[in-house]
């Protein structure tokens, strides 16, 4: 199945709690090809702080299949839903997924934050994202590139450097592509983090 999972879209898989790791097991052992993305977050125990792997976007994994033949993917035992309009699934766009494997590839520090689609418009010009195009808003130093999976109404922001980027025109944006937002850390004190 995986040698033609290629020619099927990405969906978004709506999972219980905590279960991403082992339904994406679960489905990749069945031979689909699946997405999870993870970011490194430290955590404090009572006698030591340790780095831990969590989902970019909790409570969901994207996977590549044949929205026909379904089932298969709505009795892997996690699995609680395929994401959709009006009970319809409907198939992640493929730039927004791109560009989060881009991010995950890059092995930039990464974390969930909030949807946003707010600020100028900039390119990636070197480094490891470059051609990605987003926002930019420019509050105090630090910088985060923000990709958005419209579909989830939720991004991941990855910090960069400001030499990266370079502005891009209005009238550029393309109508299809990966969401992709550029922005800093608040001045306001906010983290960007959501809860899962």
Same mark, same amino acid.
């Given at each position: 199945?995986?040698?033609?999972?290629?020619?099927?879209?990405?969906?978004?898989?709506?999972? =219980?709690?905590?279960?991403?790791?082992?339904?994406?097991?679960?489905?990749d052992?069945?031979?689909?090809?699946?997405?999870?993305p993870?970011?490194?977050?430290?955590r404090?125990?009572?006698?030591?702080?340790?780095?831990?792997?969590?989902p970019?976007?909790?409570?969901?994994?994207f996977?590549?299949?044949?929205?026909?033949?379904?089932?298969?993917?709505?009795?892997?035992? @996690?699995?609680?839903?395929?994401?959709g309009?009006?009970?319809?699934?409907?198939?992640?766009?493929? @730039?927004?997924?791109?560009?989060?494997?881009?991010?995950?590839?890059?092995?930039?520090?990464?974390q969930?934050?909030?949807y946003?689609?707010?600020?100028q418009?900039?390119?990636?010009?070197?480094?490891p994202?470059? @051609?990605?195009?987003?926002?930019?808003?420019?509050?105090?130093?630090?910088? =985060?590139?923000?990709?958005?999976?419209?579909?989830?109404?939720?991004?991941?922001?990855?910090?960069?450097?400001?030499?990266?980027?370079?502005?891009?025109?209005?009238?550029?944006?393309?109508?299809?592509?990966?969401?992709?937002?550029?922005?800093?850390?608040?001045?306001?004190?906010?983290?960007?983090?959501?809860?899962?």
């Amino acid at each position: 199945m995986s040698n033609q999972s290629a020619v099927y879209p990405w969906f978004a898989v709506q999972v =219980r709690g905590r279960y991403e790791t082992t339904t994406a097991g679960l489905l990749d052992g069945k031979g689909y090809e699946t997405f999870l993305p993870l970011h490194k977050c430290r955590r404090r125990w009572s006698d030591r702080i340790k780095e831990i792997e969590l989902p970019l976007f909790p409570g969901y994994l994207f996977c590549r299949f044949d929205i026909q033949r379904r089932l298969p993917i709505l009795i892997t035992p @996690g699995v609680l839903s395929i994401v959709g309009i009006a009970k319809i699934p409907v198939p992640v766009d493929e @730039g927004e997924i791109m560009a989060i494997q881009s991010i995950v590839k890059a092995g930039l520090q990464t974390q969930p934050c909030p949807y946003q689609r707010i600020g100028q418009r900039v390119r990636i010009d070197c480094g490891p994202l470059c @051609g990605l195009e987003g926002i930019i808003e420019n509050l105090k130093s630090k910088h =985060r590139l923000m990709v958005s999976v419209t579909l989830l109404q939720r991004s991941v922001a990855v910090e960069i450097d400001e030499a990266w980027v370079s502005a891009v025109s209005p009238s550029r944006r393309p109508g299809h592509a990966a969401e992709v937002d550029l922005l800093s850390a608040s001045s306001s004190g906010h983290s960007g983090m959501i809860s899962g």
